[in-house]
């Protein structure tokens, strides 16, 4: 186990994206038209969280940065998708450094999501958020 996160650390983000099949390759490709209309419906900075368990940014009208993904197979299958449908779109996807791995939180029927069990995290999560006002 320990190995396996130490292999995990060791690669980069490209790395770790599945390789794709040709038929696989061949979807992704047919979203060309998705991602041309995701870049341009997004102002650079925008965020979009997909429901693949990945949150992309727009940088510039030829570049989207993901900047969180779900450590979690299906998430990197799907960042592997749209990776392929920006590139054949001549869209640029950067993920190092920028991208964030973190744990998948089980939302579904009570279950526990990954949170500090520290004592005091709660407390000083608080204080730590600043938080926005909007006047």
Same mark, same amino acid.
């Given at each position: 186990m320990m190995k396996e996160i130490q292999n995990k650390e060791q690669k980069s983000m490209a790395e770790r994206l599945p390789e794709l099949t040709e038929e696989e390759m061949e979807n992704a490709l047919s979203e060309i038209k998705w991602a041309k209309k995701f870049i341009a419906s997004? %102002?650079?900075? +925008?965020? /979009?969280?997909?429901?693949?368990?990945?949150?992309?940014?727009?940088? $510039? @009208?030829?570049?989207?940065?993901?900047? %969180?993904?779900? +450590?979690? /197979?299906?998430?990197?299958?799907?960042?592997?998708?749209?990776?392929? $449908? @920006?590139?054949?779109?001549?869209?640029?996807?950067?993920?190092?450094?920028?991208?964030?791995?973190?744990?998948?939180?089980?939302?579904?029927?009570?279950?526990?999501?990954?949170?500090?069990?520290?004592?005091d995290a709660v407390e000083i999560a608080v204080k730590e958020n600043f938080g926005v006002e909007v006047v």
């Open positions: 997004h %102002r650079q900075g +925008d965020f /979009q969280t997909m429901s693949g368990g990945m949150t992309l940014q727009a940088v $510039s @009208f030829d570049t989207v940065r993901c900047v %969180r993904i779900f +450590d979690d /197979q299906r998430a990197w299958w799907m960042l592997s998708m749209i990776n392929a $449908s @920006f590139k054949g779109a001549g869209i640029k996807l950067q993920l190092e450094p920028y991208t964030i791995v973190t744990q998948t939180a089980e939302y579904a029927e009570g279950g526990k999501s990954e949170v500090s069990t520290k004592r």
